[in-house]
Antibody, heavy 121, light 108 residues
Framework: EVQLVQSGAEVKKPGESLKISCKGS????????IGWVRQMPGKGLEWMGI????????RYSPSFQGQVTISADKSISTAYLQWSSLKASDTAMYYC??????????????WGQGTMVTVSS | EIVMTQSPATLSVSPGERATLSCRAS??????LAWYQQKPGQAPRLLIY???TRATGIPARFSGSGSGTEFTLTISSLQSEDFAVYYC??????????FGQGTKLEIK
């Protein structure tokens, strides 16, 4: 079965760092782009960025450039989203999702279950 | 940035009836348009890609149409499990994907 499994919910304080993960299985992890999507409480979907695990080529939405870091470890089929200094406004559900085509472009056909990040003092 | 605008924000329809959801792009996205369904507490699910191609396992009552800047998702006969939030997304301007703000489909 093709799936993406994300790490569990996190509760952090402002200023702390965090790295959440997304592990792929059932397919060639290095061959498909993986994107990250934010959903703030009660709000819509926002695309954050995308990475190609095969060579770690990474692209960011201008809205998230410099705010987060996307990375991948192809040896363990895992993509990451990290923050160096969290803010309360980072409180949201974060999803990883696989881009459907082997070439750039395409919809997200497989989604992780989401990781809830809560930042509160 | 390509802005995606969905209408209406909320749509109230009775089970068994037809629902029509709209999505407009601020500039042409050709047919590079996807629709997702999201139920409470769940991740989004891909319904339609390429503006009109149903994803694997999606029932035939879901259909998509349009190209350029105007798109429509139609659900021909609403089932109870179809009441959810629906998002459109353009992927024409890779890698600068953008989503619409969503349409909530509720039971009338």
């Amino acid at each position: 079965e093709v799936q993406l499994v994300q790490s569990g919910a996190e509760v952090k304080k402002p200023g702390e760092s965090l790295k959440i993960s997304c592990k792929g299985s059932g397919y060639s992890f290095t061959s498909y782009w993986i994107g990250w999507v934010r959903q703030m409480p009660g709000k819509g979907l926002e695309w954050m960025g995308i990475i190609y695990p095969g060579d770690s080529d990474t692209r960011y939405s201008p809205s998230f450039q410099g705010q987060v870091t996307i990375s991948a470890d192809k040896s363990i089929s895992t993509a990451y989203l990290q923050w160096s200094s969290l803010k309360a406004s980072d409180t949201a559900m974060y999803y990883c999702a696989r881009q459907q085509w082997l070439v750039p472009g395409g919809a997200f056909d497989i989604w992780g279950q989401g990781t809830m990040v809560t930042v509160s003092s | 940035e390509i802005v995606m605008t969905q209408s209406p924000a909320t749509l109230s329809v009775s089970p068994g009836e037809r629902a029509t959801l709209s999505c407009r792009a601020s500039q042409s996205v050709s047919s590079n348009l996807a629709w997702y369904q999201q139920k409470p507490g769940q991740a989004p699910r891909l319904l339609i890609y390429g503006a009109s191609t149903r994803a694997t396992g999606i029932p035939a009552r879901f259909s998509g149409s349009g190209s350029g800047t105007e798109f429509t998702l139609t659900i021909s006969s609403l089932q109870s499990e179809d009441f959810a939030v629906y998002y459109c997304q353009q992927y024409n301007n890779w890698p600068l994907y953008t989503f619409g703000q969503g349409t909530k489909l509720e039971i009338k």
